[in-house]
């Protein structure tokens, strides 16, 4: 699977934004995909997960509420829109698939392939 995240830039406090990953050389209605996110300085972090079926999806603490993670299986993509947008929600994006999940859908080991990241900057 190669996943392919855009949309990320620079937002104002309290502003929205939308990233999108695009899978492409899988069945990709067969993945759990995610997002995950890595600020300056600090290890990468769950942010969002959705389950094949769009049945589930599940969020850090620190986005519940401002973020959703949705997947459209007609065009191979996923989305994070972001509201309320935060200076702590500065980071790099990545969007995560794998087949299966092993235990919590958060745990970074359970994720097989990832796309190359993009960068959101929140300005206060």
């Known amino acids: 699977v190669q996943l392919q995240a855009s949309g990320g830039g620079l937002v104002q406090a309290g502003g929205s934004l939308r990233v999108s990953c695009a899978a492409s050389?899988?069945?990709?209605?067969?993945?759990?995909m995610a997002w995950f996110r890595q600020a300056p300085g600090k290890e990468r972090e769950f942010v969002a997960a959705?389950?094949?079926?769009?049945?589930?999806?599940y969020y850090a603490d620190s986005v519940k509420g401002r973020f959703t993670i949705s997947r459209d299986n007609t065009k191979n993509t996923i989305y994070l829109q972001m509201d309320t947008l935060k200076p702590e929600d500065t980071a790099v994006y990545y969007c995560?698939?794998?087949?299966?999940?092993?235990?919590?859908?958060?745990?970074?080991?359970?994720?097989?392939?990832w796309g190359q990241g993009t960068l959101v900057t929140v300005s206060s």
């Open positions: 050389g899988a069945t990709f209605g067969s993945y759990y």
């Open positions: 995560a698939a794998t087949p299966i999940i092993s235990g919590r859908e958060a745990s970074e080991q359970n994720y097989l392939y």
């Open positions: 959705i389950s094949r079926s769009l049945k589930s999806t």
